[in-house]
């Protein structure tokens, strides 16, 4: 499945409130990337200076319906 920019920034823009700053959209593709690659302890900088986890990121921005349907 190819992800969706379009999807991803309305999900991060309409689905938060507040809404998230679309800064965090490459953010947030990293994230989809190394979760679906099993890395969920990896740190990822953010655009505000915090360094997070992947699995903080997906839950933080609840990610979870952009990542592979694992079988």
Do not use: R
């Amino acid at each position: 499945m190819e992800l969706s920019q379009l999807g991803l920034e309305h999900h991060l823009q309409y689905n938060h409130y507040p809404p998230v700053s679309l800064e965090f959209v490459p953010v947030a593709k990293e994230a989809i990337d190394k979760a679906n690659d099993g890395e969920w302890d990896t740190t990822i900088d953010m655009p505000n200076g915090k360094s997070l986890s992947v699995i903080q990121i997906v839950e933080g921005l609840h990610l979870y319906f952009f990542m592979e349907e694992v079988q």
